[in-house]
């Protein structure tokens, strides 16, 4: 038996690349803003892919122009 440790999401070296390439499966010319990938940064994925790319199929369908962003 072997164990296979995997890194938590966000503490993976291309995490930024990630959030683009999902955020572009979820909807086709989706954006993420870099104040955007900051907050998604920080949130505790808990290593679940699954869960970080519903999030952005969410954001990106109720965004303008299929862009992920902050409101204040």
């Known amino acids: 038996m072997a164990d296979i440790l995997l890194p938590?999401?966000?503490e993976r070296p291309d995490f930024?690349?990630?959030l683009a390439v999902l955020a572009k499966e979820a909807a086709p010319g989706?954006?993420?803003?870099?104040?955007a990938a900051a907050m998604l940064a920080r949130h505790d994925w808990q290593g679940n892919m699954?869960?970080?790319h519903n999030v952005l199929t969410r954001l990106a369908l109720q965004?303008?122009?299929a862009r992920i962003g902050l409101r204040i």
Do not use: M, Q, T, Y
């Open 30 to 35: 989706a954006r993420i803003e870099e104040k």
């Open 63 to 65: 965004g303008e122009d």
């Open 16 to 18: 930024a690349l990630l």
């Open 8 to 10: 938590r999401l966000v």
């Open 50 to 52: 699954r869960e970080l």
